[in-house]
């Protein structure tokens, strides 16, 4: 606890220094259009070692690998398939923007049976699938999942990781380019990862500071920009995405009570309140004390008699902790660390002065 509340301090004293720091355009918005694409696709892997697909189990398995071994020459739907080193396993990706025929990409492949483990085995070749159906990539290679797995002859087993998903590195080829034609583009709209007014109408300035009419904010989230005469889009959004800009953002206080973490922004203020922080401890003790009966009575029985023993504990009283109007973010921390209050207690406090409408900011819970 001690430990949280003193990396709560130092960034408090980072926030409390002048924001003199900008972003670049790039870091805060997202360009329309420039993106990546998920790819989605349904394969088979083969080599395992008898961690496979139980294939009673798994009738699409089955069903893939006879289908799989008939496009091969091989017939095999007549005979028991009794094999455990083969699994069905979905395979995705993620298509870069502009990624062209002939890159190489990653591609996680997971289970899709009651397969043990797919360490060590092969995915045999799986066209990947765009939103629309399309294929833009062929995924073949070598799965490598990272995980440790290891059993005595007791049957007792120990697993570290998850074996049951992999990693295909540069496992994928792209087959097929997705139509973008960004250089011939007269506007591009950016959207603001964290939308705001003040950013917004901050990043149109920039931008029409170095470009004179090249940039419209339409709203807190987005940006229009339209290049000037006789510059391409790509040249001409090289450019801005360089552009400083300092990010504006509204008063929040973002709590975790799981894991105790308090963070709050800077422009958090607080209004003119008085804190007092204490503890009441109530602690019951039972010693229960057997009552034995006189000697030579008659009727007599042991008897269990309660005591209980009742304390309070309440702790003294600090100062208390007056906050004038407008206090900033570094006055209000480093006055709840004076009354040496826990992350937990400060949760609560933060959380009292809201309701008493003190605190200028919202409060988010985790």
Known sequence: MRRLLSVLLIATAFLAQPALAKSRIKDIVEFEGVRENQLVGYGIVVGLNGTGDALRNAPFTKQTLEAMMERLGVNVRETNLNTKNVAAVMVTAKLPPFAAPGAQ??????????????????????PLLGADGQAYAAAQ???????????????????????????????????KEIGFQLASMDQMRMTLRNPDFTTARRIADAVNGA?????????????????????????????????????DSAAKVVIDEVAGVIVMGDAVRVSTVAIQQGNLTITVREQPAVSQP?????????????????????????????????????????????????????????????AAGALQAEIEVM
């Open 105 to 126: 990409i990653d591609v996680n492949v997971s289970a899709l049976g009651d397969a043990k483990s797919l360490l060590g085995g092969t995915l045999l070749v799986t």
């Open 141 to 175: 290679g070598t799965v490598q999942t990272g995980s440790v797995s290891a059993g005595g002859a007791s049957g007792s087993s120990i697993t570290k990781g998850v074996p049951t998903a992999g990693r295909i590195a540069g496992g994928a080829t792209v087959e």
């Open 211 to 247: 470009y004179p009419g090249a940039a419209s904010a339409e709203n807190p989230t987005i940006v229009t920009l339209r290049p000037p005469a006789g510059q391409n889009m790509v040249a001409f959004l090289a450019q801005v995405e360089n552009l400083p800009v300092e990010p």
């Open 294 to 354: 006189a000697p030579f009575s008659r009727g007599g029985q042991t008897t269990v008699i309660p005591q209980s023993d009742l304390s309070v504990d309440e702790e003294k009283g600090k100062q208390f902790l007056t906050l004038r109007t407008g206090t900033s973010l570094s006055t209000l921390v480093q006055g709840l660390n004076a009354l040496g209050v826990t992350p937990r207690d400060m949760i609560s406090i933060l959380q009292t002065i809201k």
